[in-house]
């Protein structure tokens, strides 16, 4: 029923194909996943791909059209999506509005919201894992980090979400954090839609903590209660917070609305954080301009 | 939970139940049969009227029922070892489950339980997060590391790949929340503390029987309720879901009750709830 | 059909596993939410 014509991407765990479903035409992509490689049976990415794509049904995530055996190898056939954003952001010769930042943004959110109301964390939001369909819907893609939200007592690794957008939480080493860690990602992204280049580059895991707090400011107790009990906090240098001026200076483009949404996003104290209800419904996806129509964006 | 896998892939009405099973039997009874006379022409020179009638008498293929009763034996099995690893509650029920609806595909004929039992527990941890190298996890149980690797694609294609269970466990919580909430200072706490507890262990047992198939968690959780303290759970029930309570609350309650525009009507659930208990009894 | 079919209301409850948790340093710095628990555990119980 399905055709590899042409390998794409080679991943640690998996080797992605471009194909046919013979039956309908329509173009997939497959990821077959080595099995070899992991001395403990299937590998953990694998088992979360499928675990979460399996019950994840929505317009902006990428969907599992079907999973088979193959010569000792499990393959995941999932819709094809031709690019991302992050070869949007690169490609200096696209030009983009502010109106077509809002239609990703409103799209990312929109999937994001959807794994969070099904208790699904994604923990690795990024712009090459947001895809981009043929008609320009943004899809939420590679859910090999995904867990389901935590039993309460239940302890996470801090290891998770590529640095330059792990939320502080993460940096400090927090093991209860929640889908705030989500929400943080996208306002990186956000940042990086609107700056064109990357808005928090650590160059290592120590670095990501300081760019974090040089450019948005180091928390204390008293807008973060209890981050100094985390045991990374002491050695931290302190930085005030930017005021609005700067904001404004930064992102110039940005309207008073996309500065607060962007805010709002990277609230440092996880539980002041906007969720993905407020993200959504905020005054920034209410005003001018309109989100662009994902088809009209070039 | 309508789009959950475990609604898409795993619910059924008793009659599809048992026509699953019939299948999964007759299928293997006929391929074990086919075995069985190729084994006997192939050697027809060898072996003499007593022996073939030997074989024909012992190499009797097991019947559905059977092969239910040796399933049941050794999901039993699963959560005794499970428990024994220390595994949390909801590990113990995904490997219960695992276990269980493999043998919904294949026939105890063609994979023996005890071959499977061991995969199933250590798929369940890595699928909850609960990751045990399969060193240590051979270690712990004692098991062959080839033989659990060996099952793990063969149990993962038998589950359809769904491998996100919801368990009547957060519902149970969800329950204890809402009862302080609509039967509000008309329980005792630490007895609803007590009742909790019980209620736990009675879903893990359960989880043995079909009605993992025939209801949804809530409506497991509520049978356990039901059973475990029926005055309770009915008035819960009939103030949530009926609200024409004889001391018909102020609008405060009528807000904590969440009636909204409910559709669930009392009846209809009581029903279902009771069937469930009694299933589960 | 979205009614929620209950109404989440931290005040009703006492639940001192989960209020436990809401004291503590860790969880807090980490961004645990006792209204995020109670929402998923009311969710699943009326799904």
């Known amino acids: 029923e399905y055709t590899k014509e042409r390998k794409v991407g080679e991943g640690t765990y998996a080797v992605v194909y471009l194909g046919t479903k013979q039956s309908s035409g329509r173009k997939i992509a497959v990821k077959e996943i080595k099995t070899s490689e992991f001395k403990d049976g299937l590998d953990m990415s694998a088992i979360r791909e499928v675990k979460y794509l399996q019950e994840i049904q929505h317009e902006n995530v990428i969907e599992l059209i079907d999973i088979f055996l193959a010569y000792d190898n499990l393959n995941l056939v999932l819709e094809f999506l031709p690019s991302d954003l992050e070869k949007v952001i690169k490609d200096r010769s696209i030009l983009f509005t502010p109106a077509d930042i809002k239609s990703w943004m409103l799209m990312t959110l929109r999937g994001v919201h959807h794994c969070h109301r099904n208790f699904i964390l994604h923990r690795d939001l990024k712009p090459n894992n947001l895809l981009l369909s043929p008609e320009g819907i943004i899809k939420v893609a590679d859910f090999g980090l995904a867990r389901t939200f935590p039993s309460a007592q239940e302890i996470l690794t801090s290891n998770v979400v590529t640095r330059w957008y792990r939320a502080p939480e993460l940096l400090f080493g927090a093991k209860h954090y929640t889908s705030a860690v989500d929400i943080w990602s996208a306002g990186v992204i956000f940042a990086e839609l609107m700056l064109r280049i990357p808005y928090l580059p650590g160059q290592n895991d120590v670095d990501q903590i300081e760019v974090t707090f040089r450019a948005l400011g180091t928390p204390t107790d008293a807008d973060w209660p209890d981050v100094s009990f985390f045991s990374a906090y002491n050695k931290l240098q302190i930085y005030p917070p930017p005021s609005r001026e700067e904001l404004r200076r930064r992102f110039i483009a940005a309207s008073e609305n996309a500065l607060s949404f962007l805010c709002g996003m990277l609230t440092m104290n996880p539980q002041k954080r906007w969720n993905a209800v407020e993200c959504l419904e905020s005054d920034y996806f209410k005003e001018a301009p309109a989100p662009s129509d994902p088809f009209s964006i070039k | ?281 | 059909d979205v009614s929620k079919r209950y109404n989440l209301d931290e005040s009703l409850y006492s639940d001192p596993f989960i209020k436990d948790l809401q004291e503590r340093k860790d969880f807090i710095a980490s961004g645990f939410r006792v209204d995020y628990v109670y929402s998923r555990m009311l969710t699943e119980a009326f799904m």
Not at chain 2, 133 to 140: A, L, N, T
């Open chain 2, 1 to 281: 939970f309508r789009h959950s896998s475990q609604y898409r892939f795993w619910s059924f009405t008793p009659e599809q139940l048992e026509q699953r099973r019939i299948e999964v039997n007759a299928q293997a009874v006929q391929s074990i049969e086919q075995d069985l006379r190729n084994f006997i022409d192939a050697r027809s020179t060898e072996l003499n009227e007593e022996e073939i009638k030997t074989i024909e008498n012992r190499a009797v293929p097991v019947n559905m029922e059977e092969e239910l009763k040796l399933v049941n034996l050794y999901a039993k099995k699963v959560q005794t070892i499970a428990q024994r690893l220390n595994l949390p509650t909801e590990i113990v029920a995904t490997s219960i489950t695992f276990f269980r609806r493999f043998y919904l595909e294949n026939s105890v004929m063609k994979i023996e339980p005890k071959a499977i039992v061991l995969t199933t527990i250590f798929l369940a941890c890595k699928s909850e997060n609960y990751f045990i190298g399969i060193d240590s996890f051979c270690e712990k149980t004692r098991g062959d590391k080839e033989q659990v690797l060996k099952y793990e694609f063969p149990l993962l294609e038998s589950l359809k790949f769904s491998l996100l269970s919801h368990h009547p466990y957060r519902p149970l919580h969800g329950f204890f929340l809402d009862i302080q909430a609509v039967l509000h200072g008309k329980v005792d706490l630490s007895y609803m503390g007590h009742i909790y507890d019980r209620c736990k262990k009675r879903i893990t047992d359960a989880l043995l029987t079909d009605a993992v198939y025939f209801y949804s968690p809530p409506q497991i959780t509520l049978a356990v309720l039901m059973l475990e303290d029926e005055a309770l759970t009915t008035r819960y029930l009939e103030l949530k879901f009926h609200g024409n309570d004889t001391n018909q609350g102020n609008a405060e309650d009528e807000a904590s009750r969440g009636n909204g525009n409910v559709t669930i009507q009392l009846d209809k659930l009581m029903k279902i709830v009771t069937n469930c208990s009694k299933l589960i009894e």
